[in-house]
């Protein structure tokens, strides 16, 4: 099944269109793909070591996940040994639509993905990207983009009617210039910018750099487009991914803090440990975590509900 996003203009929008301002977007992720009132799937990443495109959206959805966040690269298939990125031929695309369709699983977002090159070559590419999340029908784009390409970027985003979330990694003393993984400077990127550029929330990542991540929700309230929601065993470097509520990130407190800003944006499951495929149950070694977390917030919904 193929889901458009309705693109309608209420009656206040019109008359703001007819102003001649930038009519902003209204729609949101259906609430068919929704959990406990989150939009929540995985991250394809999770199943990056040997697993296709197709593999990925199914076992999303046999674990409970009904949204899925694609990163570019991966094989489609055991038979299509083509990847899925924004280069994707109509026929990939129809592929891979009526695999999510099969699944019941929503396309949401893709990334990280980040142009390089001369400014002209990120500029064409960037294009590309965005022309590849309309056929796709995502709600966001996740990236770590160049400072410089921001104007271009929010160029695209008003004429595509897409977000763009910049995505965290962590903090690195080998690499002194590298900046995301300060909220404060995400916020500098977007804050004067079109309302649908903000954050992909990196809540692990954040971890590992020493950042509390409700603190960073704070910075960043309102900019907050989409997450990558992690749990650790522990903070800092030396950390192992765990099913939500069984470590130290504060799962709980952090969809808290989400559902008070009125998020409305997508919430991937990204495993980055125990990711080899398990002879035994043919899915990762990390797939009993992953189910766990879904779990864990089909629970939470229930008991906000008392």
């Given at each position: 099944?193929?889901?458009?996003?309705?693109?309608?203009?209420?009656?206040?929008?019109?008359?703001?269109?007819?102003?001649?301002?930038?009519?902003?977007?209204i729609d949101k992720i259906p609430d068919e793909y929704r959990t406990s009132g989150f939009a929540?799937?995985?991250?394809?990443?999770?199943?990056?070591?040997?697993?296709?495109?197709?593999?990925?959206?199914?076992?999303?959805?046999?674990?409970?996940?009904?949204?899925?966040?694609?990163?570019?690269?991966?094989?489609?298939?055991?038979?299509?040994?083509?990847?899925?990125?924004?280069?994707?031929?109509?026929?990939?695309?129809?592929?891979?639509?009526?695999?999510?369709?099969?699944?019941?699983?929503?396309?949401?977002?893709?990334?990280?993905?980040?142009?390089?090159?001369?400014?002209?070559?990120?500029?064409?590419?960037?294009?590309?990207?965005?022309?590849?999340?309309?056929?796709?029908?995502?709600?966001?784009?996740?990236?770590?983009?160049?400072?410089?390409?921001?104007?271009?970027?929010?160029?695209?985003?008003?004429?595509?009617?897409?977000?763009?979330?910049?995505?965290?990694?962590?903090?690195?003393?080998?690499?002194?210039?590298?900046?995301?993984?300060?909220?404060?400077?995400?916020?500098?990127?977007?804050?004067?910018?079109?309302?649908?550029?903000?954050?992909?929330?990196?809540?692990?990542?954040?971890?590992?750099?020493?950042?509390?991540?409700?603190?960073?929700?704070?910075?960043?309230?309102?900019?907050?487009?989409?997450?990558?929601?992690?749990?650790?065993?522990?903070?800092?470097?030396?950390?192992?991914?765990?099913?939500?509520?069984?470590?130290?990130?504060?799962?709980?407190?952090?969809?808290?803090?989400?559902?008070?800003?009125?998020?409305?944006?997508?919430?991937?499951?990204?495993?980055?440990?125990?990711?080899?495929?398990?002879?035994?149950?043919?899915?990762?070694?990390?797939?009993?975590?992953?189910?766990?977390?879904?779990?864990?917030?089909?629970?939470?919904?229930?008991?906000?509900?008392?």
């Amino acid at each position: 099944m193929t889901v458009r996003w309705k693109r309608g203009l209420c009656a206040l929008g019109l008359v703001v269109g007819l102003m001649g301002s930038t009519v902003r977007a209204i729609d949101k992720i259906p609430d068919e793909y929704r959990t406990s009132g989150f939009a929540a799937g995985c991250q394809a990443y999770s199943y990056s070591q040997g697993f296709t495109v197709v593999e990925a959206i199914r076992l999303t959805h046999e674990a409970g996940g009904k949204v899925i966040e694609f990163y570019p690269g991966q094989q489609i298939s055991a038979d299509m040994k083509k990847p899925l990125d924004h280069k994707a031929t109509p026929e990939v695309i129809a592929l891979v639509k009526e695999e999510l369709g099969k699944n019941h699983v929503l396309a949401v977002n893709y990334g990280v993905v980040t142009p390089g090159g001369n400014a002209e070559s990120r500029k064409k590419e960037w294009r590309q990207i965005f022309e590849f999340a309309k056929k796709m029908d995502l709600y966001g784009v996740t990236s770590e983009p160049n400072a410089a390409d921001m104007d271009e970027i929010e160029k695209l985003v008003k004429e595509f009617d897409i977000r763009f979330c910049i995505h965290d990694h962590p903090k690195d003393a080998n690499k002194p210039d590298y900046k995301f993984w300060d909220p404060n400077y995400v916020l500098s990127l977007v804050k004067d910018r079109d309302p649908r550029m903000g954050s992909c929330a990196d809540t692990g990542h954040w971890l590992t750099s020493g950042v509390d991540p409700i603190e960073a929700l704070h910075i960043l309230k309102g900019r907050v487009m989409s997450s990558h929601l992690k749990d650790r065993n522990q903070k800092g470097p030396q950390h192992k991914d765990v099913a939500w509520g069984k470590g130290v990130g504060e799962i709980a407190k952090i969809l808290d803090e989400l559902k008070g800003q009125g998020f409305q944006g997508n919430i991937s499951i990204e495993y980055e440990s125990d990711m080899k495929r398990d002879p035994a149950t043919n899915a990762p070694k990390s797939y009993p975590a992953i189910k766990e977390s879904f779990q864990f917030l089909e629970h939470y919904g229930k008991s906000a509900q008392r």
